[in-house]
């Protein structure tokens, strides 16, 4: 049985039982207590980063009052990893508030732990000691890419990129590809510069005319063209690549999306990836390998992302994460662990649906939701991202890898939020119902019955998360579905030391015999709703106060009371027995709910109009269910609808926001008109979404104080 199968028998349940519930408003303390026993990150994939290495990083260090970019790093070089978590650093860097820019030497030694999916840290270059400024992220087709997201006490916002430097020569770079620029001119967000062009070597040195599509700040973040010519290239001995780029014809090369100069780029060892920059400026540039016959089936799977966006009055925003492709029909999942210095002050969690439409030459000629273009490589194993309408942004795309075992195996991609479907990279709450797969997991197939507590075996399968027995709910060979314990648990926010950032080791007992584990990190709540076609995309599971399911033919109503069912919300108060049913006197609330850490929004993208707030009337456990939340929201009298979804229209989109978490996944179809538009953005198809809204400020999290010096 699929998981949300179970979803639809519980909310036929609540439709024959339908409580009134009334919540409770009291404010209660803030989730506290120590946390559990520490786990140790997995670095069974360290022989994943093995050998010398190519890395480009761009970093941004300070801002100044109106938060526009001050101080820029850019490091390059040579990084060694040893396979066993050591790593060499001998390069180089420009800092535009040190020498007047001038190079400096960078040599430097670090550590790195790398997990058996690929996803781990590496120890920053920048501050190779500070914990706090561990660059997240994952290994996969043979580079590296991540971002440092846990830094809160200083500016530190950056993209990282190291990939195996393989030896071309002049002749043998024939392939034509795909580049992603983005460079912060003269070090400064004010003359930030994105695009997008091919490239198109011929074997003797030279590059063909190169058209850059792409956006200027200073041209109002309009869509702006350039074409170049007479652009050359030549490989040293060693592979190192250099590319001289003239001033496009009628434009200055201050204003050069892709700026003239000597520029320093390499081809990874498979010919599938190109990494490269200017040695003197602030710019990174990455590459894939052009292909024909590409499709919406090319983008499936999943693919660990590094990515770098700038929204200008907004400050610098970096992330790292996943996204998942289920489908192959245009239709993901995404999470980022994101870190927005400016307008949230911690990292935070988002987890939305995205919609992609590949042409045959694998690029997307129409934005994702967030902005962004895509161009992928060959088979679909990698892509580049820029962004557009105003969001300046590079990120790369890299497929994970392969993964097979034999006995009792856990995928090592294969834990979910049994709701969202939020992919590995998204963090664990205590309380959330999982689902794992894998192979030989269980000999049978079995479930609970709805209404009971559920056991802690079941089949004879137990699974741990740290070491303590999870409720389940249901077993097969290839999928098992269970509760996090709650007392795998994390302190709520703000919290000032990552450094400690805490993780679940999971593992599957199978009659006695144990599976691999599988190491992910947690965090106090990060919501996923359950929805009608057991996707995690398109309607949730949302409830009438008659019972009734909310549908397009029967939509909800502005200032209607209406019951939306989903997992992840974290601990509740009173507390209660793990797998245990939901109390109905007293209630068990969400501590995220009255601690006044929840909030929950109506985007109607029909009419432009969101952050839209619900009233919360109550979230905490579904009485008398094991392992199920419910959320009761009135939606908003005015701003909202009519949001019915068809086939050139969604339904408004129901965003929900904890103190550590922003989720946008499912659409609530309502009926009426809006009256008041909260807000003005772009429709929804290409728009940048909150919290990437320029301006947007997360609720709950203001901007830390932060020492303005130096301390790199």
Same mark, same amino acid.
């Given at each position: 049985? %699929? ?16 409580? +009134? ?29 093995? !050998? ?16 526009? $970019? ?27 508030? +040190? ?33 706090? /400024? ?13 971002? *440092? ?8 916002? /950056? ?21 992603? $620029? ?30 850059? *599509? ?24 060693? !592979? ?10 009628? *434009? ?21 990836? #190109? ?33 770098? /966006? ?66 992928? !490589? ?125 993780? @679940? ?17 947690? *965090? ?19 409830? %009438? ?11 909800? +109503? ?10 992840? #919300? ?107 538009? @909260?807000?003005?953005? +772009? ?30």
């Amino acid at each position: 049985m %699929h998981p949300n199968h179970r979803v639809r028998l519980l909310l036929k349940e609540k439709a024959n039982t339908q409580m +009134k519930i009334t919540a409770n408003l009291a404010l209660m303390t803030v989730l506290g207590g120590a946390l559990a026993s520490a786990q140790n990150l997995d670095s069974s994939g360290n022989g994943l980063l093995k !050998g010398a290495f190519r890395f480009r990083q761009v970093a941004i260090l300070n801002y100044d009052q109106n938060g526009f $970019v001050t101080q820029v790093r850019a490091a390059f070089g040579t990084i060694s990893f040893d396979g066993a978590g050591n790593y060499s650093v001998a390069g180089n860097y420009i800092d535009n508030t +040190k020498s007047s820019g001038a190079s400096q030497a960078l040599t430097v030694t670090g550590t790195y732990v790398i997990g058996a999916n690929g996803t781990g840290y590496i120890a920053n270059p920048l501050a190779p000691t500070n914990s706090a /400024d561990w660059i997240y992220g994952a290994v996969a087709q043979g580079a590296f890419t991540g971002s *440092t997201t846990e830094e809160t006490q200083i500016y530190l916002n /950056d993209l990282f990129v190291a990939i195996p430097a393989g030896s071309p020569t002049n002749s043998s770079f024939t392939s034509p590809y795909w580049i992603g $620029v983005m460079d912060f001119t003269n070090a400064s967000d004010q003359s930030v510069k994105n695009g997008m062009f091919q490239l198109t070597p011929n074997g003797s040195g030279g590059l063909g005319t190169i058209t850059v *599509t792409g956006q200027d700040y200073n041209a109002a973040s309009n869509p702006v063209t350039q074409t170049t010519s007479g652009a050359t290239y030549s490989f040293a001995a060693d !592979g190192t690549g250099t590319m001289n780029i003239p001033a496009p014809n009628g *434009t200055t090369a201050a204003n050069a999306l892709f700026a003239p100069a000597a520029k320093t780029f390499f081809v990874s060892s498979d010919g599938n990836l #190109l990494l490269g920059w200017t040695p003197t400026g602030y710019d990174i540039f990455i590459g894939v390998k052009a292909i024909s016959g590409a499709s919406n089936a090319t983008f499936q799977g999943l693919y660990y992302t590094g990515t770098i /966006d700038d929204t200008s009055n907004c400050g610098v925003d970096t992330s790292s994460g996943s996204i998942w492709s289920a489908r192959g029909d245009g239709n993901s999942i995404v999470h980022e662990r994101i870190s927005y210095p400016i307008c949230v002050g911690v990292p935070f969690d988002y987890v939305s649906d995205n919609f992609t439409q590949l042409s045959g030459n694998g690029t997307t000629a129409n934005p994702d939701y967030s902005g962004y273009l895509y161009a992928f !490589g060959p088979n679909g194993q990698t892509f580049v991202s820029v962004g557009s309408n105003g969001v300046f942004s590079l990120g790369l795309g890299l497929h994970s890898n392969n993964f097979s075992g034999t006995g009792v195996y856990l995928y090592p991609i294969g834990v979910f939020n049994a709701a969202s479907y939020a992919p590995i990279t998204a963090a664990l709450a205590p309380g959330e119902l999982i689902t794992l797969f894998g192979s030989n997991l269980a000999n049978s197939t079995t479930s609970v019955q709805g209404g009971q507590v559920f056991p802690t075996s079941l089949g004879g399968v137990q699974v741990t998360i740290n070491g303590t027995q999870c409720p389940i709910y249901f077993v097969s060979p290839n999928q098992i579905s269970v509760i996090v314990p709650y007392g795998t648990k994390t302190a709520s926010l703000p919290r000032r030391d990552q450094s400690s950032r805490q993780v @679940a080791t999971i593992q599957v007992n199978n009659n006695g015999t144990l599976s691999n584990t599988v190491t992910m990190y947690m *965090t106090d709540a990060l919501p996923g709703v359950f929805t009608q076609d057991q996707t995690g995309i398109g309607l949730g599971a949302a409830l %009438h106060g008659d019972g009734s399911l909310i549908t397009a033919a029967n939509p909800a +109503k502005p200032g209607e009371t209406i019951s939306v069912f989903l997992t992840g #919300l974290g601990t509740v108060t009173p507390t209660i027995n793990d797998g245990a049913l939901g109390g109905t006197n007293p209630l068990n609330q969400a501590d995220q709910f009255t601690s006044n850490n929840l909030a929950v929004n109506f985007d109607d993208f029909n009419n432009n109009s969101l952050g839209n707030q619900a009233t919360i009337t109550y979230a905490g456990l579904a009485p008398g269910l094991a392992g199920l939340y419910q959320l009761n929201v009135t939606v908003p009298s005015t701003g909202v609808g009519p949001c019915i979804p068809s086939s050139t229209a969604v339904g408004c989109y129901l965003a929900i926001l904890t103190d550590a978490a922003y989720i946008e996944q499912v659409q609530i179809p309502v009926s009426g008109s809006s009256t008041a538009a @909260a807000a003005t953005p +772009k429709a929804r198809t290409g728009a940048p979404l909150s919290p990437r809204v320029p301006g947007a400020r997360h609720p709950f999290i203001s901007r830390p104080q932060r020492q303005r010096s130096d301390p790199h």
